[in-house]
């Protein structure tokens, strides 16, 4: 049987995830709702709003949809999987109650607690308590502290400060921040754990988990991980942090009561649940959950899958998951994100991008923030391209990376020198 799919998003991600999709023996069709220019490589683009539940609907209908795949946590978090699937049409990702682990920090804290999964000392506040929150940060007197705001702030929701004085100041900016203030109603003072940060991607039908694969994001935007936070500028897999006896105690120790857990709070886990991790000198913690694919290691986890991915997908919605095996090669991959020079702030957008076609092959590039006009490839967000290199050692996978990024040009390009450099200092 051939199925028709609509994948919902626009990122480097979705690029990604389409091209995957597309290479399945079970796709008929794939629609990508709204996409962008890498995605109509695989598919149909069509102009539809993600949040609009009812217009996805509609669309599923007309055209047949077995299976909506959705790329991006807001959709989720919302509640489209339990607004579709009321519609009997089967959407691969978590409902409304379990993306609340990505959804409201507050929930995914209170949980771990509950079912005993290592995390970070924390205490939540309400938006009106803010005046108790720094008086219980200046008697705890430690610094860093981790500030982080309840709900979803695309990426831009956590701080950390160094003294009381820039805990002081960003109390402030976030009250000053419409949508900062919004999404920090509720607010989680944490502590700040010493370690190397990793990822680890697991795929759920809510019984059955396996593990994807794991990876390294770069989350700032400077060399050396400094400056401000983004969405992420580069990331590679596997992550030597994540050796084989700390993957066990991550499995062991987290996922395996994550995944019962939710069960027991009768929101079985289904879908791609992606653990944000520090490897502390006492063991593997979470710092977060996400109820999706990241972005951008999507683009270093799926061509490392052999599997047919819409057949994994199908088997989360239609739990057969304990049928399969997950099958990764041993291949590294480095993905370096060309981006417009300003991001995470303010930058340009509509400057013309010369040189793609020049570049070798052997490299896959995924398309995030690009339009076409006049039939030119033109920038439209801030991160803008994802260069990815494989090889079969790290290093090597870096220097395919970059082998070729000197091809491709818009004005104010800017990407970071330095993706995997802390893997490369673990050989
Ligand atoms: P998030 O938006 O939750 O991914 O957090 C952004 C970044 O803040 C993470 O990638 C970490 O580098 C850092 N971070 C978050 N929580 C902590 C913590 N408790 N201790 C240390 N660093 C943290
Ligand atoms: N790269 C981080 C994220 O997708 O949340």
Same mark, same amino acid.
């Given at each position: 049987? +051939? ?24 796709? %008929? ?12 490589? =695989? !598919? ?42 009321? +519609? ?25 607690? +509950? ?6 000392? =924390? ?17 705890? %007197? ?21 003294? *009381? $004085?820039?805990? +002081? ?7 000053? %921040? ?26 759920? %039908? ?49 996922? /395996? ?16 649940? =992606? ?6 000198? /006492? ?57 417009? !020079?300003? =991001? ?7 400057? *013309? ?42 290093? $090597? ?14 004005? /104010? ?15």
């Amino acid at each position: 049987m +051939k199925y028709n799919v609509l994948l919902l998003g626009n990122g480097g991600r979705e690029h990604a995830i389409a091209w995957k999709l597309s290479q399945s023996e079970k796709l %008929d069709t794939l629609y990508i709702a709204p996409g962008n220019t890498g995605t109509r490589q =695989y !598919g149909i683009n069509v102009n539809i709003d993600l949040l609009d539940f009812e217009a996805v609907a509609k669309f599923t209908e007309e055209h047949d949809i077995e299976l909506v795949v959705v790329g991006p946590e807001k959709p989720l978090v919302e509640g489209i999987k339990d607004f579709l699937e009321k +519609k009997d049409i089967p959407v691969f990702g978590p409902g409304r109650k379990a993306a609340l682990l990505e959804g409201s920090k507050e929930f995914a804290k209170n949980f771990m607690v +509950k079912y005993d999964i290592p995390t970070a000392d =924390y205490e939540v506040f309400a938006a009106s308590d803010y005046d108790d929150a720094l008086k219980f940060i200046q008697l705890r %007197d430690i610094y860093p502290v981790v500030l982080k705001a309840d709900g979803l702030a695309s990426g831009k929701g956590v701080f950390i400060c160094y003294s *009381e $004085e820039e805990v +002081k100041q960003q109390l402030i900016a976030i009250k000053k %921040d419409p949508v900062l203030s919004a999404a920090a109603s509720r607010l989680v003072v944490e502590e700040f754990l010493q370690g190397e940060e990793a990822s680890v991607f697991v795929l759920s %039908d809510g019984h059955t988990f396996h593990i994807l694969h794991n990876a390294q994001d770069h989350k700032r935007a400077g060399e050396g991980d400094t400056g401000p936070n983004t969405g992420g500028m580069g990331c590679y897999s596997p992550a030597p942090v994540v050796s084989d006896e700390v993957l066990q105690e991550i499995k062991e120790k987290i996922i /395996n009561p994550t995944i019962t857990g939710m069960q027991l709070e009768e929101a079985a886990y289904s879908g791609v649940l =992606y653990v944000g991790l520090i490897i502390t000198g /006492n063991g593997p913690k979470v710092i977060e959950y996400n109820c999706r694919l990241g972005d951008p290691e999507c683009q270093v986890i799926l061509p490392s899958l052999n599997n047919d991915l819409l057949d994994l997908m199908l088997s989360t919605t239609q739990q057969t998951l304990d049928e399969k095996t997950i099958q990764v090669d041993s291949v590294y991959r480095c993905c370096v994100v060309l981006a417009s !020079g300003g =991001y995470p702030g303010s930058y340009q957008k509509g400057l *013309e991008i010369s040189g793609l076609d020049s570049v070798d092959p052997s490299l896959l590039i995924f398309h995030a923030g690009v339009e076409e006009k006049d039939n030119r490839l033109i920038t439209s967000g801030g991160r803008v391209l994802n260069v990815v290199g494989s090889g079969a050692t790290l290093k $090597e996978a870096i220097d395919h990376a970059y082998s070729e990024i000197h091809k491709i040009s818009f004005e /104010n390009l800017y990407y970071r020198k330095d993706i995997g450099f802390k893997g490369l200092q673990r050989f």
